[in-house]
């Protein structure tokens, strides 16, 4: 089972590893954006972990949502209204729960994936972070539905998001400022999904 103290656990260690990649991030963003995603992921995940304590005695529902305001207010560009949407969707989708079992943790991870689709108006192949997101979404609910445990399901997502992150380098980007470049936006990596990658990679980590 997937516990609050889990999700809270998710949410502190993303912030740590976003302000970790903070260079990296925006360096990936300068080459096909605005230079700002690694600062802009920094500053709201920040914003988050200074207000989980104030969340504690929420429901996983009511945090998620919580969380999505938090970001759609203090992260700039695109990814704060689409981080927000994938947060509040989730969290709407598991509205006063206090734990989650693989079902329940497929439908919620899908209802935010939905969410950043229908937002950023992306479909896979389109050099976003829905390159990431949509084939973790599709790799949850096949191995929960195989009877595999929340644990090895998100082993596998770490590796299906890796995929995910390799197959934005060749695309020409639809999406976004990047779409702007066309042709030149080939062979550089998508800093959304990257960003996407590590907040899979910390929810496999609190769960292993």
Known sequence: MITKEHILDW????????????????????????????NNMHRGFSKVKTQL????????????????MTLISTVGGASGPLYGTFFLQAGTKVAGKEELD????????RAGVDGVKMRGK?????????DVLEPVAEAIEKDIKDGKSIGATLLH???????????????IAKKGRASYLGERSKDHQDPGATSSKLIIECLSEVMS
Request: hydrophobic residues 45%; without cysteine; proline residues 3%.
């Open 11 to 38: 949410l502190r260690s993303s912030s740590d590893v976003l302000e970790e990649n903070r260079l990296y991030l925006t360096k990936l963003d300068t080459a096909i954006g605005d230079a700002d995603h690694g």
């Open 157 to 171: 997502a770490v590796e299906v998001a890796d995929e995910g992150v390799k197959a934005t380098i060749p695309l």
């Open 102 to 109: 693989g079902a329940a943790f497929a439908a919620m991870f």
């Open 53 to 68: 304590d104030d969340h504690a005695d929420k429901d996983i529902g009511a945090i998620l949502k919580a969380v999505a």
């Open 122 to 130: 992306a479909e896979p192949g389109d050099k976003t972070m829905v």
